[in-house]
């Protein structure tokens, strides 16, 4: 594992960028697990067990750096059409980071919640989201989210189609549909929107992740793949996020 530098004063970072030298939510899209592999000889499953490394030094860090939201693009709808070899050990490695993680990130204070799509889902796996979920649920540290079965496209049609059944019903108007409402009936209610959003492996595209809350957020892409990831790629991250000006549409 990479050695992890001493953390670097967060006011340090806020000098830099001012009053949002700090984010409040960071979400990232973890990419580069397959192509870590190829690049050793190795299956692409040994890039998914090297991943998961980097996951628990990531919501470490996040946590020596006061994040109060971490969002994580764990496995969106797209991946399910991989192999299945591969799809399978991606679901082992779910039940194997809850199984081994949870009672730690319980005692770290950590709450955890599960955006995406649960209908349909194994019931194996919906019942350890769902333990995971109830299991931290008093907890008042960290929240991190967890985008399984996710995929932006399909979170905003659900909740279309639940606001049109509200039409439909006499219960919703069109003219009380507003973006707060809209924003209310989606998958991250009650979360704030990313205020930055971190992509590994070089690749500079969102690949339909919280395409309605990225309206703000700032994205940083690294060329790090994501096995690679360590304290330092996360504190790179957070600087470049406190170098820059924030003025949602203003002046």
Known sequence: MPAQPSPQPIGDLAAAGG???RPRHVAVIMDGNGRWAEKRSLPRVAGHRAG???????VRRARERDIEFLTLYSFSTENWSRPAAEVSELMRLLRFFIRSDLAELHR???LIRII?????????????????????????????????NYGARQEMTR?????????????LTPADITPERFGAALDTK???DPDLIIRTSGEQRISNFL??????????????????????AFDEALGEFARRRRRFGGV
């Open 52 to 58: 998961v490394e980097a996951v628990r030094r990531l």
């Open 108 to 110: 770290a204070n950590v």
């Open 116 to 148: 995406g799509e649960r209908e349909g889902l194994a019931p194996e796996i919906l019942a350890l989201l769902e333990e995971a979920e109830s299991t931290t649920a008093g907890n008042t540290g960290l929240t991190l989210v967890v985008a399984f």
């Open 159 to 171: 909740a279309m189609r639940q606001m049109a059944r509200e039409v439909e019903a006499g219960r």
């Open 190 to 192: 009650g979360l704030p």
């Open 19 to 21: 009053a949002e030298g």
């Open 211 to 232: 395409l309605w809350q990225a309206a703000y957020a700032e994205f940083v892409f690294l060329p790090c793949l994501w096995p690679d990831f360590d304290a330092a």
